[in-house]
């Protein structure tokens, strides 16, 4: 895959989210299912009809979420992954020189 130049290995492809914290995914939104790795993987939104801030990963495990890679292996994240490794994982082109931990 060409177009993922910081490595198949190293960048996410999907994870996981909870049903009642994505309202944004719903019918009645334009913006379809995706997220973000802009929040950390614990937060769980007082509102999720307030998408912008509710588009994130996260799970029912406890300390972390699951994340299938570019490369077709699937991963646990811990949710205490520093957010600057997080948010590298989540380009495919950055140029970051990252793994997962």
């Known amino acids: 895959m060409e177009l993922v130049t910081d490595g198949t290995s190293n960048t996410f492809m999907i994870g996981e989210d909870i049903v009642k914290y994505n309202q944004h995914s719903t019918a009645y939104y334009s913006n379809g299912d995706y997220a973000s790795c802009h929040i950390p993987l614990w937060v769980r939104p007082p509102d999720p009809a307030d ?14 979420a699951n994340f299938c890679m570019a490369d077709g292996s699937v991963h646990f994240v811990r949710d205490t992954i520093d957010m600057v490794l997080y948010r590298a994982l989540a380009t495919r082109n950055g140029g970051e020189p990252v793994s997962l931990p």
């Open 51 to 64: 998408w912008p801030n509710a588009m994130g990963f996260r799970s029912n495990h406890t300390g972390g």
